[in-house]
């Protein structure tokens, strides 16, 4: 069976769609994965005008769904973050699942349902880069010209699977 991907990125300035739009190509020469992309989806076509409970119900579908999450970290986007925290939450979830199957608590049926609807293990793979990066070490006070969200980089840090790497290729070099 196929894994699936969930592409997690910005996308409403041109050169995030642009971007986005890229990534899509990309994923399309996958032969062992099928994907979601958001910029692709139905639920997000504004053409439409997509109500906002279509839109997080159509993306969080695909979240569970998910066995890999890539997620751009660039601009620190809400929706990546509640998707990030989604797969978080899931995982955790199977976590406790497995302790309690573990000790005789659950059967290996219950743990098999909750794998089904998505309650698993997730890969996740943020990219991450921002040129200003190599020197802020550099500067001092108000002058550190970048830092990064560090509830959001240990969320991934402890992921089973996560990793963080500076380019869409490395993420899909690591599937």
């Known amino acids: 069976m196929k894994k699936h991907i969930y592409n997690a990125g ?13 990534e899509d190509s990309k994923l399309q020469e ?3 994965y099928t994907f979601y992309n958001p910029i692709t989806a139905p639920c997000n076509d504004k053409d439409k005008l997509p109500t906002a409970g279509d839109i997080f119900f159509g993306d969080t579908s695909e979240v569970i769904k998910s066995d890999v999450v890539i997620a751009n970290l660039d601009h620190e986007d809400p929706g ?3 998707e990030l925290g989604i797969s978080w939450g899931l995982e955790y ?7 309690l199957y573990t000790h005789g608590y659950i059967t290996e049926e219950a743990l098999s349902e909750a794998r089904d609807r998505g309650v698993k293990n997730k890969k996740v793979i943020a990219v991450a880069y921002d040129l200003r990066e190599g020197t802020a070490g550099e ?3 108000i ?3 970048f830092g990064r969200n560090q509830f ?3 969320m991934i840090e402890d992921f089973v699977d996560g990793t963080i790497v500076e380019e869409f290729e490395e993420a899909i070099c690591l599937l």
């Open 80 to 82: 990546v973050m509640a």
């Open 139 to 141: 500067y001092n006070g």
């Open 93 to 99: 979830a199977y976590s406790v699942l497995l302790d």
């Open 10 to 22: 910005p996308l409403f300035t041109k050169g995030e769609m642009k971007e986005r739009l890229a």
């Open 152 to 154: 959001v980089i240990g």
């Open 143 to 145: 002058h550190i010209p």
């Open 30 to 32: 996958l032969k062992d």
